[in-house]
């Protein structure tokens, strides 16, 4: 009994003295958690106003970065960075801006990449005769996205009354204190003017995921043969390459004939070398071919009159004409305008080199030895084709104004149906490895379409090979 009386009693003297540090502790804790969160308020506003600085607005101009030493020269050189803005407070990234003229509701469309799952506002700041207005962006993932965390994504901005033209366009999201429009990452507005005739270029073609490429040979064939096909614009969306390769992307630059932009996204996101997660995961599909298709979409849609979208190791020939300038107005005859044409898909396995059938000759390629990758003159045995299968790997040419997405296999958003073109009036070549193909030689087609170009080709190709000091001048002779 006395020991529970002194314990009452010592409770009842320290009860006050407990309580009083307990509230003297619990004062200290929040005063202690405000200036921690006034802190990082003051460096978030102060990052923010140094990311406004050191997050370059979208420059796609070429930036020459081989290495002379002949010995590096099928060495794969590390890739230019892309340039993308990042969205504070979202995790998405934003590549270009366009105007969008053919939407009941004018609007600027912004291609990004976005986190799929991410749920967050976003807003639209745009600049019209040095006002800025601000509304809520609609937001469009595509539907292919091959299952990865990250997808391409429209962000789409409604013009206010009285902003016809804007020039500039910041994502910015709601959620980050508003700030001065100095500070805003602004995107430059492209495609102002739309037109529907007189266009710089008839055929464009666009390359994504240009990586790890050290087939020299074959790309300047390809680029050659597209110049006889009638292309006369080529863009290259290039994550890394050889010297050689970069060597020969020069050359036809200066040539006007291809545009590069870097496409290393390695400073932004994880992205994946194969199509699908299971096979290589990552944050993007395939090293991000899908923004860079869509990219290159809008960027020629009116600077072309027909746009090409299909890989370096493929070309679409013409069975009875002889280029793409006499071919295109046969599909639109056929088919009907304003769609895109499917061209079905012909392996040429790289592994077999066969001769043709006599009295077929080619000239002479022993030139071409010692210069890396693949010679399609030397393939020209096709895979039975199997029509079940023409759904599998096609790829399209486009009128782009009648697109509003593409993906790798036709499109996803058009103003018509695509059309499936007669393999007797043109097909696509597909000249690649193609590992086990469990066929024997005898099962091969073959396909001498090539050879209709061979004697022009084999010519224009020395010339640049020697233009570009990857052919010594003795071996033409």
Not at 409 to 427: E, T, Y
Request: hydrophobic fraction near 40%.
């Amino acid at each position: 009994m006395q020991l529970r009386s002194f314990i009452s009693t010592m409770t009842h003297v320290l009860e006050p003295v407990v309580q009083k540090k307990l509230r003297y502790f619990m004062c200290s804790l929040v005063f202690v958690l405000c200036v921690t969160l006034l802190l990082s308020i003051f460096r978030s506003d102060r990052m923010l106003w140094l990311q406004a600085l050191t997050y370059p607005a979208l420059q796609l101009s070429v930036k020459p970065t081989v290495s002379q030493d002949p010995t590096v020269g099928n060495t794969v050189l590390k890739g230019d960075p892309a340039h993308l803005l990042r969205v504070n407070g979202s995790r998405t990234f934003l590549m270009s801006a366009y105007l969008e003229h053919r939407t009941t509701v004018k609007e600027v469309r912004v291609i990004a990449i976005k986190l799929r799952s991410e749920r967050v506002a976003l807003q639209c700041s745009l600049c019209c005769q040095d006002q800025l207005h601000v509304s809520t962006a609609v937001i469009n993932i595509h539907r292919d996205h091959f299952r990865f965390p990250y997808g391409t994504t429209d962000i789409l901005c409604p013009l206010p009354s009285g902003c016809e033209s804007p020039t500039h366009v910041a994502i910015t999201s709601p959620a980050i204190k508003r700030a001065e429009k100095s500070e805003f990452e602004f995107l430059e507005i492209k495609n102002q003017k739309a037109r529907d005739s007189s266009f710089p270029h008839n055929f464009t073609c666009c390359f994504s995921a240009m990586y790890n490429f050290t087939n020299v040979l074959q790309l300047v064939q390809s680029l050659e043969m597209l110049q006889l096909l009638g292309v006369n614009r080529v863009v290259v969306y290039k994550t890394n390459c050889s010297a050689d390769t970069q060597r020969v992307l020069e050359y036809y630059s200066g040539k006007g004939l291809v545009e590069v932009i870097p496409w290393s996204l390695a400073k932004y996101l994880k992205v994946s070398q194969k199509a699908k997660p299971e096979q290589d995961p990552g944050d993007l599909h395939y090293f991000g071919q899908l923004p860079a298709l869509n990219d290159c979409l809008y960027r020629y849609m009116y600077r072309s009159k027909y746009v090409a979208l299909h890989d370096l190791d493929e070309l679409i020939l013409p069975q009875s004409v002889n280029s793409w300038l006499e071919l295109l107005p046969l599909l639109e005859k056929t088919y009907g305008t304003e769609r895109c044409y499917m061209f079905e898909n012909n392996w040429i396995p790289s592994e077999f080199a066969l001769p043709p059938p006599p009295p077929k000759t080619l000239p002479p390629q022993d030139q071409w030895q010692n210069i890396s990758g693949v010679n399609i003159l030397a393939h020209l045995y096709r895979e039975p084709f199997k029509p079940w299968l023409r759904q599998n790997n096609f790829k399209i040419i486009i009128n782009p104004r009648a697109v509003f997405a593409t993906t790798v296999h036709g499109v996803l958003k058009s103003k018509k149906s695509c059309a499936w073109v007669d393999r007797n009036l043109a097909r696509m070549y597909h000249i690649k490895p193609r590992g086990q193909t469990n066929l024997e030689p005898q099962q091969l087609i073959y396909e001498g379409r090539l050879l209709s170009y061979s004697t022009h080709l084999t010519s224009a190709v020395n010339t640049v090979l020697r233009e570009t000091g990857l052919l010594p001048e003795d071996s033409m002779n």
